[in-house]
């Protein structure tokens, strides 16, 4: 049985078109940005496609999502904010509408936050709690998210960290890909959003 989800007053419902508009012109305006910063000479992480890298972008995701379960049944404070976000998010949407929901975000954020802002700060160390905090600010849609937020910002340490540690885009892009696939899709069929 599932906890009952307070109302936000802060957030207003939204509806399935809205989402997915917000979702298109937010992943538009990340490569917008991206593309940007790459006509200005930032030097892009490489996208080395090959079976290792596939698989090591698997097993974070399985790790980000096992994590993420883990808190939400720990934290009470994470779990409210996580239901939140994901309820204004995931509740109007239909089961194939996540697959969207896994590849706009996963290839637009990685090409922003770690393919371009990792490298434009320097790829060292504050580089990437830089882009950490700011993928993390990213997912703050208001005033009670901060526990989501702090967890968005761990999850961009790590992801940050698997291209930093293998110079290779395609990882942080995987991971991010099925992490948003998997948990959106456990958290639609666990709260009985099956449309």
Request: proline fraction near 5%.
């Amino acid at each position: 049985m599932t906890e009952k989800i307070p109302e936000n007053p802060d957030i207003e419902p939204l509806t399935r078109i809205q989402v997915l508009v917000a979702m298109g012109v937010t992943a538009l305006v990340l490569l917008a940005i991206s593309k940007i910063c790459l006509l200005l000479g930032v030097i892009l992480l490489p996208v080395s496609w090959n079976l290792r890298a596939l698989l090591w972008g698997v097993a974070i995701a399985l790790g980000i999502t096992t994590a993420s379960s883990l808190l939400y049944r720990i934290w009470p404070a994470y779990r409210r904010s996580a239901d939140t976000y994901l309820m204004l998010v995931l509740s109007p949407l239909l089961w194939p509408d996540l697959v969207w929901l896994g590849l706009l975000p996963g290839l637009s954020e990685e090409l922003l936050f770690r393919g371009v802002v990792l490298s434009a700060l320097g790829l060292d160390t504050w580089a990437l709690i830089a882009s950490s905090v700011f993928f993390g600010v990213l997912h703050l849609s208001g005033r009670q998210q901060w526990p989501y937020m702090i967890w968005a910002t761990i999850v961009g340490m790590v992801l940050g960290y698997s291209a930093l540690a293998t110079d290779n885009l395609l990882i942080p892009i995987t991971a991010h890909i099925l992490t948003n696939l998997i948990s959106s899709s456990m958290w639609k069929w666990q709260n009985n959003y099956q449309k």
